[in-house]
């Protein structure tokens, strides 16, 4: 049978794949993972959806005692759970996908500012993608013993800010009047 899941449901699926877990541990091993950089999870979402996977079969709680903490629920990861994460996985690194970004949506609505409120945007972002670019260059380079997969996505979203900063580039050069508003590119950014 075929599951539909979403991204933060193969998310939640494979930690808990990997290993039992607390909603609680789930979020730390989201942060620990830095995952958020790359797929949006909300804390309150965690809940949700496990409560969602639990309903779909996918996942089975079961609530734990230790020591003097209240009872919390363990999430364990079930053979349709498993079979559904296989398939999601297969179909996910094989398809592709549209990427709705935010660029385009600002890009979209662009012709309610002026050429030079173009540039300035342009360039804090282009500042933001160069600075992201080489804080994932940095980790990537410290992460000699990282898994396999760990350094796949770092790798992917360093391609992804270089590709971007070589496209704001061209669209710098290319905006109407660029010469007007061009300055140094030195405009500091943050990841």
């Known amino acids: 049978m075929r599951q539909n899941l979403s991204n933060i449901e193969v998310i939640l699926l494979s930690i808990v794949n990997e290993k039992p877990s607390y909603a609680y541990e789930i979020d730390k091993t989201i942060d620990l993972r830095q995952m958020r950089r790359w797929v949006k999870i909300g804390v309150a979402s965690i809940y949700q959806v496990l409560k969602r996977l639990e309903e779909k079969g996918l996942v089975y709680s079961q609530k734990e005692k ?3 903490m209240p009872d919390r629920k363990r999430y364990y990861v079930t053979e349709d759970g498993k079979a559904a994460l296989i398939e999601t996985s297969k179909r996910l690194l094989s398809s592709f996908e ?3 970004l935010d660029l385009n949506v600002g890009l979209e609505t662009s012709d309610l500012l002026t050429g030079a409120e173009i540039w300035d945007c342009m360039m804090k972002r282009l500042a933001r993608v160069q600075s992201n670019k080489k804080r994932l260059a940095e980790i990537y380079a410290t ?5 396999f997969k760990k350094k796949a996505v770092i790798k992917n979203l360093i391609e992804f800010r270089c590709a ?3 496209y704001l ?3 710098l050069e290319e905006l109407p009047g660029a010469v007007a508003y061009s300055r140094p590119k030195a405009v500091t950014g943050e990841d």
């Open 66 to 68: 230790e020591g003097r």
């Open 98 to 100: 549209w990427h709705y």
């Open 143 to 147: 992460g000699n013993d990282t898994l």
């Open 164 to 166: 971007e900063e070589k």
């Open 169 to 171: 580039e061209s669209l």
